[in-house]
């Protein structure tokens, strides 16, 4: 059975969406192709990669994108994480569920490192929590 695509969305593609493709990649690697983007390119936000690597999770080969590197390809699934992406993300024909679930954004708390690597810890596990829930992996 082929596996699902996955697009999640983000304003930036710093850090939720970039997060939520990791971690879908990593734990449900046989059943979905998980890939993300915004609209707007940024770059990934070190934090969230840093907790990602936390639980063995390497994103350093993912880089942020807009929804336009995706343009003609079809997905099973394109997911919103933040409330302007799911404002402005574009309409994706053939059959696509177009999801929106807003994840607060670590990356608007101010403070130190070690202040704010707790809310992206936090982030993570929501976001993993609610993907291994919707796609049901068995890791």
């Not at 593609?13 to 879908?24: D, H, K, T």
């Not at 942020?64 to 024909?93: M, R, W, Y």
Request: hydrophobic share 35%.
């Amino acid at each position: 059975m082929p596996r699902k695509k996955i697009l999640f969305l983000c304003t930036h593609n710093s850090c939720r969406s970039q997060m939520a493709e990791g971690l879908a990649n990593h734990f449900l690697e046989d059943e979905v192709e998980a890939f993300s983007a915004g609209t707007e390119a940024t770059r990934v936000n070190p934090l969230a990669a840093k907790v990602l690597t936390e639980i063995g999770i390497d994103i350093s080969g993912q880089y942020s994108k807009t929804v336009d590197e995706f343009e003609g390809q079809s997905f099973d699934h394109v997911i919103t994480l933040c409330g302007d992406a799911n404002d402005k993300c574009p309409l994706f024909i053939g059959g696509v569920t177009r999801t929106h679930y807003g994840f607060d954004d670590p990356s608007r708390i101010q403070g130190s490192e070690e202040e704010v690597l707790p809310q992206f810890r936090r982030v993570r596990d929501e976001i993993k929590n609610w993907i291994m829930e919707t796609f049901g992996g068995t890791k």
